[in-house]
Each structure stands twice: as C-alpha cells, then as structure tokens.
C-alpha cells in the first residue's frame, strides 16, 4: 500500500517546452504501477491538457509543479501553477472544451485553489491493485 512518503513531486518552469517533462514523469511512474497502456495514454494527455490550461493563467508564475501519489488502485495528480491572483475555476466551467476533454481522460478532475495558485486533480484508476511503485 502507498504511503505520504510515496508523493512524487516535479517543478518546472511555466512554460509549453516544459511540459513534456510532466508528462514524461506521469508515463514513468503510471508504468510501474502497470497501469494499462490505454491508460497511461490517457494520463499523460490529461496532463498536457491540465498544464495547457493553467499556462494559459500562468501569467507572472515562476513554477509549474506536478505531484504524483500512486495508490493500490489509482494514481493521483495535481498539476499547479503559483499563479495567484487570477479567478479561479474559470466561469462556464462544465461548457468548457478543456473540461470534457480531462473529463473524458480520467476517472475523476477536480479544481483546487490552493495557497501558492490554481491546481488541476486528476485521478486515473488501475485496473487491479498495484504492490510496486
């Protein structure tokens, strides 16, 4: 079973060149856990559409930050940006492209306003209990 000590955190700068680091990471770490391909697909994707979309808020960040927190059964990812000061969740959120999109990806997304900025939570299941990561 995963623990706190599990949690698996990246910074990178807020910008698209960036981005194929998170997702790179995400890929790795879903991997080991022997999610399916399909899934990992999935995540990587939800990823890149999570980072995408806090960058376009990104203005006057200094950091990008991906946190992984592999489970028995799922992995957990938040994508944040210190980008504070902005509204945060978007009005008309439900319409939005990018929200069918990562809902469409993974199991569960949810928007957070957290200290530092805006954070996207992604949540994409296993299909059996994993023992190693």
Not at 10 to 15: A, K, N, T, W, Y
Not at 60 to 87: F, H, I, N, Q
Not at 100 to 129: C, M, Y
Request: aromatic fraction near 4%; include cysteine; glycine fraction near 4%.
């Amino acid at each position: 079973m995963a623990g706190p000590s599990d949690l698996i955190t990246v910074s990178v700068p807020p910008d698209s060149e960036s981005v194929q680091v998170l997702r790179a990471v995400t890929a790795s770490v879903a991997a080991r856990m022997n999610m399916p391909y399909d899934g990992i697909e999935d995540l990587r994707l939800a990823v890149d559409e999570a980072c995408a979309w806090l960058l376009a808020l990104a203005e006057g960040a200094t950091s990008m930050t991906l946190r992984l927190r592999p489970m028995d059964d799922r992995l957990e990812a938040v994508v944040s940006t210190d980008a504070a000061g902005r509204a945060w969740p978007p009005p008309d959120l439900e319409e939005s492209l990018s929200w069918r999109v990562l809902s469409a990806l993974v199991d569960t997304v949810s928007l957070d306003a957290e200290a530092s900025g805006p954070s996207i939570r992604l949540i994409k299941r296993t299909l059996e209990p994993s023992r190693t990561v």
